[in-house]
């Protein structure tokens, strides 16, 4: 299977039925994971059960759209050999701890690159991405 390309000759997600709640939550500017019905864990990546007690109790549910950069790196070269991303270079990625305790993976905007650091407080926004998915990126918390 080849990956989808957007207009912007981006790459795009696969979008299936486990996935697709988190996708078009983003594109309706809203911030969901699954969380566990039996033990209450926040979690990402989409799976069908709970990752922390197996439960397949799962529901999505809104989550506090903040967290930490738990570590972060800076491409300054054409991500993943996408024409696409040079326009946005360098472009700051990041694994970021959620306040509700989930560890996502996730682009860092509106930062520059010598200010990014490691326990830096961001806030989640959005960008559409297609007509059906839209993509949670992050951006430091103003004053933190």
């Known amino acids: 299977m080849s990956t989808p390309i957007s207009a912007e000759n981006k790459p ?5 039925d486990l996935t697709r709640p988190f996708w078009t939550s983003a594109k309706e500017g809203r911030f969901v994971l699954q969380k566990c019905g039996h033990c209450g864990t926040f979690q990402f990546q989409p799976k069908p059960w709970c990752i922390e007690c197996g439960s397949r109790d799962l529901a999505w549910t809104p989550a506090k ?3 930490t950069v738990y570590t972060f790196t800076i ?3 054409v991500a993943m050999n996408f024409p696409g991303w040079e326009a946005e270079l360098p472009v700051l990625m990041c ?3 959620l306040d509700d305790g989930a560890r996502l993976y996730g682009q860092v905007t509106d930062c520059a690159p010598d200010k990014i650091h490691i326990g830096m407080r961001v806030e989640v926004h959005f960008k559409d991405i297609s007509e059906d998915a839209g993509i949670p990126k992050f951006r430091p918390i103003a004053g933190t």
């Open 95 to 97: 694994l970021i701890d």
């Open 12 to 16: 795009l997600p696969v979008i299936t």
């Open 65 to 67: 759209p903040t967290g």
């Open 75 to 77: 491409s300054r070269s």
